[in-house]
């Protein structure tokens, strides 16, 4: 493959997403998979890179920049956790240098915050910050997933941030839990009048989560509530108060970077205005962590590749 | 076995628990196992029932009343629900019959809540109640499991109850979510500061919930939190919101009445007590259901039986 400058990859505890960029940032490829943390565990974190690139015609030498839970204790290699206060633009100057006879490799640090504010971490979505931050962003990022990350970002550096485990609760509540049956449908409809109806209980009585769970399933055997309209309203009990937690921490919120992609991007954005936010302004989650990984490879391997 | 006038059973979803009483309520033997529905759909209802009794010698003819899950849609005969507010002196009135030709079988009804006051549902700890106002109770009544039972009781009637799915959270996230290495302990201590801790800021910041979830996993991370202080701040913190969602569903926790066994009544009781509760009465759960179930017993089956 030709003009390939460097490559960037988001490999995540269940999903590897690689891209093959130009020296000013085009795509030129990409590819995805379901190889995420535990799967490369497994295969080998090298073969299962190499692979990818071998597939896209990528030679030797071309350098690799990477984020996420690749960087974990658990992952290839560990890159330590910078902690906060943490300047965005210094991450790269962090980055861990992977041992390979292929090519140069590298992995961004995740923030870790300690202290009174309380003990927390993040891999993956420091790198999308770094990239709102090239564009002067300044104040509080919401990043929704599994684990949503919602950060103050003060002149390019995180001084506080609070996940909440939203995403992972609403899997397990979906999945695994007495909810299951009251609860089945393929996914949440953002216009759902029962998701904003979920949103509205769920910021202004947090307290009654473990009630309104289990009202679900009471609705849905007394009532005969359609499982779809279930799953709505438990999306937006459990994202209702997550606003309500990320307010009393970050104070309100009028304005919020909205960091997402896919259904996220449209189920926060009818939260965060449910939560009387004034301005939301979405940004595409992989086109930030694209980028962030772009402009750290930028800076670590300032040289340009000529391809093998 | 002689002197027996009737059975009595508490069977729910993964529990089976049998006594056989004298007429004046003496436990004249018990029976115990993990028979819960989920393995009598298997086996068959009657014939575990009839296993247990033969294994006791209890003969043709005498009677068994039960309550619990035995009685839902999925269990052996479906005893519909009562609708609050439920007297709870007449649930014996409203127990259904099980056909068998070994012996008369009764299944109490469970409540339900309709309407304004939000769907809920119970079976089998309107029978614990049943006990309770036997003794006069009025008040407040929490009885804490996988799906904790809040309730009013008021001049013997259930006006309004709620449910909070405290004990199923707690199994979910310490046996299959990302907390589980932090929280990886046999058991709480209810002594540990960890636990007290988690239900004060449980019960001031319950909005903050996703948010200290994940930090037990960040303590553990970045400063080696010990897993036994880790599953006690877990239970905490569960524990701590729940309270506080009562609180604000059934007003100050001034006095209440515990119905627990084992290590809950501890837990509770510390937590009650955190919540500012001036009187903690508690009542054993296994006694109560017993003692409910037998003065059903005595409406259902007035004349005494004489074993064969």
Not at 16 to 30: I, K
Not at 76 to 97: I, M
């Amino acid at each position: 493959m030709d003009g390939v400058s460097h490559i960037v990859v988001d490999w995540g505890t269940s999903s590897f997403r690689l891209w093959a960029l130009a020296r000013d940032g085009r795509v030129l490829a990409e590819r995805r998979s379901g190889q995420g943390l535990l799967t490369a565990t497994t295969e080998g974190f090298e073969i299962v890179l190499e692979t990818h690139l071998a597939a896209l015609g990528v030679g030797e030498g071309v350098p690799v920049m990477m984020c996420g839970m690749v960087g974990a204790r658990s992952g290839w290699v560990e890159a330590a956790y910078v902690d906060t206060p943490a300047r965005l633009d210094r991450l790269a100057a962090h980055a861990v240098a992977v041992p390979s006879t292929h090519r140069p490799i590298r992995i961004l640090p995740g923030l870790a915050q300690r202290g009174a504010a309380g003990a927390d971490v993040m891999r993956g979505e420091e790198t999308q910050l770094l990239s709102l931050i090239r564009d002067g962003f300044d104040g509080i990022a919401c990043l929704p997933g599994t684990h949503s990350k919602w950060v103050r970002v003060e002149k390019g550096t995180v001084s506080h941030f609070a996940t909440f485990m939203t995403g992972e609760l609403f899997h397990l509540l979906r999945t695994t839990s007495v909810l299951a049956a009251a609860v089945e449908a393929a996914a949440v409809e953002p216009d759902d009048p029962a998701f904003a109806d979920g949103v509205r209980e769920g910021l202004a009585m947090p307290e009654l989560l473990g009630n309104q769970l289990f009202r679900l399933r009471a609705a849905w055997l007394l009532a005969g509530e359609e499982p779809a309209r279930g799953l709505a309203r438990l999306s937006g009990l459990l994202i209702g108060g997550e606003l309500a937690g990320a307010a009393k921490l970050f104070g309100p919120l009028a304005e919020v970077a909205l960091v997402a992609s896919g259904s996220a991007v449209f189920l926060y954005r009818i939260a965060l205005m449910l939560a009387g936010a004034s301005t939301v302004i979405v940004h595409d989650a992989d086109a930030c962590v694209r980028a962030g990984l772009h402009a750290a490879a930028l800076i670590a391997f300032p040289q340009e590749k000529v391809p093998a």
